[in-house]
């Protein structure tokens, strides 16, 4: 890499609890995978991680209290800072209190390393599933924070969990994506995003709109839609751009 370049790593739906068929801390659970990730930030010179939500499966059950240990211990091992935003499956309704938010867990961020301007939103609210107040809320977080976006920054990017869209014709009825993507995409376009970087899918995309890069990520705990190896991204961003790979975290 030359000088000024460096890597971060943005892994999403780690999901722990989702896909533990021997239980949560047994063989192929979503703990060992997301542990791999964990080990290859360690060892390959990557600058920090990025979290992109659905970082356990249970808002608050049984089960939600040794998803958010484990989420913790694993988190720990990290040898570089972490910065994060929430999910669906984290979060319950606003002001109905929630375990991951109590714990102190990432919901939204901000950040600029070198040429590089980072903004994490709360897409659950963003996309108004949990009403227009707290829509309006995000809303005008966001509109803030972009307004903050220092001009020397030329990679502009956003991260959120669910993605602009899923589906082609872009649609407003898209239950995986965010209904409101045109208010939102004319707002990135007209602050220069140059990337959104998703989850929620549990599928890898990679898209383009009005100019903007859209790359939602697999998640580390499994795919949903069509057979793909769970994986997170490695983005290395140089002086005048910037490219993505993919890193397995599956067994063998
Ligand atoms: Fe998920």
Redesign the pocket.
């Known amino acids: 890499m030359s000088s000024s370049a460096f890597r971060f790593a943005f892994i ?2 780690p ?1 722990l609890g ?1 896909n533990s068929p021997s239980g949560l801390r047994g063989p192929g659970s979503d703990k060992e995978r997301f542990d791999r990730a964990i080990a290859y930030v360690n060892d390959n010179d990557i600058a920090f991680v990025v979290l992109g ?2 970082q356990i ?1 249970d808002a608050d059950n049984e089960h939600t209290d040794e998803e958010l240990d484990i989420l913790e211990e694993s988190l720990a091992a990290l040898t570089v800072p972490y910065y994060g935003v929430a ?3 984290e979060q319950l309704g606003p002001g109905d209190g929630c375990k991951y938010l109590d714990r102190g867990l990432p919901v939204r961020f901000s950040l600029t390393h070198g040429n590089l301007h980072m903004i994490g939103i709360n897409g659950p609210w963003l996309r108004a599933g949990c009403g227009d107040e707290w829509h309006q809320r995000e809303w005008d977080y966001l509109t803030s924070q972009l307004s903050q976006i220092p001009a020397e920054c030329n990679h502009r990017f956003i991260v959120m ?1 669910y993605p602009l869209f899923y589906q082609m014709p872009i649609s407003t009825d898209d239950d995986l994506g965010m209904p409101n993507h045109a208010k939102i995409i004319d707002l990135y376009e007209a602050h220069g995003i140059t990337c959104v970087l998703s ?2 899918l ?1 599928q890898d995309m990679d898209a383009r709109w009005r100019g903007i890069s859209l790359i939602a990520s697999i ?1 580390t ?1 499994m795919s ?1 839609h069509y057979p793909e190896e769970a994986a997170f991204k490695v983005i290395t961003v140089f002086e005048d751009g910037w490219s993505v790979r993919r890193v397995a975290v599956e067994d063998g």
């Open positions: 999403t739906d999901q989702m939500g659905d499966n999910g669906n499956h969990h989850g929620h549990h998640g705990a949903v």
